[in-house]
């Protein structure tokens, strides 16, 4: 090691097998900060912003539901917006209205409208098996279909089981820019990295998904070859159509890929802007630019579903659904959903600060409390 440096303290790998950043007495730090803290990130701001006034729905705010989900220590804040309005806004004393959050996996709503894009253009086939679109690609995923990866309904050699130090998915934060390797080592790029997971028998013969989200990284690779380098305009034009106000960070592979798996970071407010574009998509207006059918299909898809205590939520085309909202949870404490019907936006921040950084019955909790804003806001007609 030369003279006067040491490995970068937020990104060197501790106790538990993580960064400082994620380590629970960091964590709140790390995931108010995380777009400042990544290896490597990009950053997009829109030309044109999405303006949204104030109108406090008193009933939303009057709500047990939304007193439990900012009555916790965990949370950093909750935004919901509908056409042009916030009708409900709540931030922690510690996290600023203009404030950055990791979104973790909701992310990968990012990714849903890039394949679906691409879908529509005729340049991606769900039926094809994966190899039609990387040759090379490593057992864990040769013979799967990519509908199946779309859905997480994909059996191989990835784990994600945040409560297991050597779990596959924290080999996988070098490749998405989070961490570094060990004793300096090489950065293992994202392509080498889904590239090495291995597998047998790929088929999912159970009911509900296997979560994976190496899958992401995956259809990275294949959006990316089907057009080279043309990520960072697709996440411009997610930017521009969402109006985003402050700005979208997203971390980024060794090779410059960004991470929709995981590593997009936004405001509160943002990220309800972002679901306001996913409103529009799905709703019966014309939407030009996206896949609208591909998104409107997803609330009727026969999809499986996740593992209980969420078991009446289902994942299709890297989103979750009950049938009526469309969203996705991310890790540490994240949500966003999304009404497909009212067009109500909520969008909910918070950060776990036990071992795993994850637990299954608070985010049932957490989708238990938004869906209930939801039929509150969809009663008023």
Same mark, same amino acid.
């Given at each position: 090691?030369?003279?006067?440096?040491?490995?970068?303290?937020?990104?060197? !790998?501790?106790?538990?097998?993580?960064?400082?950043?994620?380590?629970?007495?960091?964590?709140?730090?790390?995931?108010?900060?995380?777009?400042?803290?990544?290896?490597?990130?990009?950053?997009?701001?829109?030309?044109?912003?999405?303006?949204?006034?104030?109108?406090?729905?008193?009933?939303?705010?009057?709500?047990?539901?939304?007193?439990?989900?900012?009555?916790?220590?965990?949370?950093?804040?909750?935004?919901?917006?509908?056409?042009?309005?916030? !009708?409900?806004?709540?931030?922690?004393?510690?996290?600023?209205?203009?404030?950055?959050?990791?979104?973790?996996?909701?992310?990968?709503?990012?990714?849903?409208?890039?394949?679906?894009?691409?879908?529509?253009?005729?340049?991606?086939?769900?039926?094809?098996?994966?190899?039609?679109?990387?040759?090379?690609?490593?057992?864990?995923?040769?013979?799967?279909?990519?509908?199946?990866?779309?859905?997480?309904?994909?059996?191989?050699?990835?784990?994600?089981?945040?409560?297991?130090?050597?779990?596959?998915?924290?080999?996988?934060?070098?490749?998405?820019?989070?961490?570094?390797?060990?004793?300096?080592?090489?950065?293992?790029?994202?392509?080498?990295?889904?590239?090495?997971?291995?597998?047998?028998?790929?088929?999912?013969?159970?009911?509900?998904?296997?979560?994976?989200?190496?899958?992401?990284?995956?259809?990275?690779?294949?959006?990316?070859?089907?057009?080279?380098?043309?990520?960072?305009?697709?996440?411009?034009?997610?930017?521009?159509?969402?109006?985003?106000?402050?700005?979208?960070?997203?971390?980024?592979?060794?090779?410059?890929?960004?991470?929709?798996?995981?590593?997009?970071?936004?405001?509160?407010?943002?990220?309800?802007?972002?679901?306001?574009?996913?409103?529009?998509?799905?709703?019966?207006?014309?939407?030009?630019?996206?896949?609208?059918?591909?998104?409107?299909?997803?609330?009727?898809?026969?999809?499986?579903?996740?593992?209980?205590?969420?078991?009446?939520?289902?994942?299709?085309?890297?989103?979750?659904?009950?049938?009526?909202?469309?969203?996705?949870?991310?890790?540490?404490?994240?949500?966003?959903? !999304?009404?497909?019907?009212?067009?109500?936006?909520?969008?909910?921040?918070? !950060?776990?600060?036990?071992?795993?950084?994850?637990?299954?019955?608070?985010?049932?909790?957490?989708?238990?409390?938004?869906?209930?804003?939801?039929?509150?806001?969809?009663?008023?007609?």
């Amino acid at each position: 090691m030369s003279a006067g440096r040491i490995p970068n303290p937020d990104l060197a !790998v501790g106790a538990g097998n993580k960064q400082r950043w994620n380590q629970p007495e960091y964590r709140r730090h790390g995931f108010h900060n995380a777009h400042r803290l990544f290896r490597r990130a990009y950053m997009v701001r829109a030309r044109r912003q999405l303006v949204l006034e104030p109108a406090e729905n008193t009933a939303l705010a009057a709500l047990p539901q939304v007193a439990t989900l900012t009555a916790r220590k965990e949370f950093s804040a909750l935004v919901c917006a509908r056409g042009n309005q916030i !009708v409900l806004a709540r931030h922690a004393d510690d996290f600023a209205p203009d404030q950055p959050h990791s979104m973790q996996s909701v992310s990968k709503l990012m990714m849903h409208l890039i394949a679906g894009r691409m879908i529509g253009e005729g340049l991606l086939d769900p039926a094809r098996p994966v190899e039609a679109y990387i040759p090379d690609i490593g057992a864990g995923y040769r013979g799967a279909r990519v509908q199946d990866v779309l859905d997480m309904n994909v059996i191989n050699d990835f784990s994600e089981d945040y409560a297991d130090p050597n779990a596959s998915c924290y080999t996988e934060e070098i490749a998405l820019g989070w961490r570094l390797p060990p004793d300096g080592a090489p950065e293992t790029e994202m392509g080498a990295f889904v590239r090495s997971i291995g597998g047998a028998d790929l088929n999912n013969r159970a009911s509900v998904i296997n979560y994976c989200s190496a899958n992401t990284d995956l259809l990275t690779l294949i959006c990316d070859g089907l057009r080279p380098g043309g990520l960072n305009a697709q996440i411009d034009a997610i930017a521009e159509a969402a109006g985003i106000a402050d700005a979208l960070h997203i971390s980024l592979s060794p090779e410059g890929l960004p991470a929709f798996s995981g590593g997009a970071c936004m405001t509160a407010r943002d990220l309800a802007r972002f679901g306001l574009l996913l409103a529009r998509i799905a709703g019966p207006a014309p939407c030009p630019g996206w896949n609208q059918p591909f998104i409107q299909a997803v609330p009727g898809r026969d999809a499986k579903t996740l593992a209980p205590p969420r078991d009446h939520v289902r994942y299709a085309d890297q989103m979750m659904t009950n049938g009526r909202w469309i969203g996705h949870a991310g890790y540490g404490g994240q949500f966003l959903m !999304v009404d497909t019907v009212t067009g109500l936006s909520c969008a909910y921040f918070s !950060v776990l600060e036990n071992a795993a950084g994850y637990c299954e019955d608070y985010m049932a909790e957490t989708v238990d409390c938004l869906e209930a804003v939801l039929t509150r806001f969809a009663l008023q007609g």
